[in-house]
């Protein structure tokens, strides 16, 4: 079974503060995504990235970056943190398939909870 | 821009009625669907998927979904819920060539009372 690790399921910060969110998948897939998860706005993607050290910008990038030196850790980077950006998080992984990559289903972690404060 | 709709925020049911939850989406080409389930506290987890072939496609848990191309509709639907069906339920749609940017709907969150 596939299996998404995120580091920490609770974290709390300081506006101004670098931040970290790690996640690790275990299934050697090619593609891992950030997302958002926000009441009455369901998920947004962050970035998302097919290959170790690619990346591309999802849908609200904005105040973030990404890093993935290595195939199985995906990084988000909140580079100074601000209270609008007090959410869930939530990493996923695809393996790459057919018809352009499109038909795999996403596998997602726990979530974290981060409150900036 | 293309969106996904689901106009059902909140639903509430009592144990062995029926569901059907709505999901329109707004790309003219051709797409895969999914509908994903987030049980209270887990993570979220795939309850079906629509690539190509038969529109009505069964997944998980009794569940089942039909695409209607003509009415870019992708319903979710349950003859009978449970209890352990509340959870909150999010479908998605990502472009053929489009790799795999999802864009998901809002959600809708359903409570079976027993």
């Known amino acids: 079974d596939v299996k998404v690790t995120q580091s920490s399921r609770y974290l709390v910060k300081r506006t101004g503060e670098k931040v970290f969110l790690e996640c690790v998948q275990d299934?050697?897939?090619?593609?891992m995504f950030w997302y958002r998860q926000d009441p009455g706005l369901g998920l947004r993607l962050i970035y998302f990235?097919?290959?170790?050290?690619?990346?591309e910008k999802g849908d609200i990038p904005e105040g973030y970056s990404v890093s993935r030196e290595k195939k199985e850790r995906f990084s988000l980077i909140l580079e100074s943190a601000s209270t609008n950006q007090t959410s869930m998080y939530l990493c996923?992984?695809?393996?790459?398939?057919?018809?352009?990559?499109?038909?795999?289903?996403?596998?997602f972690g726990d979530g974290t909870r981060l409150s900036i404060l | 821009a293309q969106s996904v709709s689901q106009h059902n925020h909140h639903v509430i049911l009592s144990e062995a009625a029926s569901l059907e939850l709505g999901c329109n989406y707004s790309?003219?080409?051709?797409?895969?669907l999914f509908w994903y389930v987030q049980y209270p506290g887990q993570h979220l987890q795939l309850l079906l998927k629509?690539?190509?072939?038969?529109?009505l496609v069964k997944g998980i848990k009794g569940f089942e979904a039909e695409f209607i191309k003509s009415k870019f509709s992708f319903n979710l639907r349950k003859p009978s819920v449970q209890w352990s069906d509340t959870a909150e339920y999010f479908c998605?749609?990502?472009?053929?060539?489009?790799?795999?940017?999802?864009?998901f709907g809002t959600g809708t969150r359903l409570l079976v009372s027993p």
């Open positions: 996923a992984s695809s393996r790459t398939g057919s018809r352009q990559g499109s038909n795999q289903p996403q596998h």
């Open positions: 299934m050697d897939h090619e593609n």
């Open positions: 990235s097919y290959d170790v050290k690619m990346k």
């Open positions: 790309y003219g080409g051709t797409v895969n």
């Open positions: 629509y690539f190509s072939g038969d529109p």
């Open positions: 998605a749609v990502n472009r053929i060539g489009g790799f795999q940017k999802l864009v």
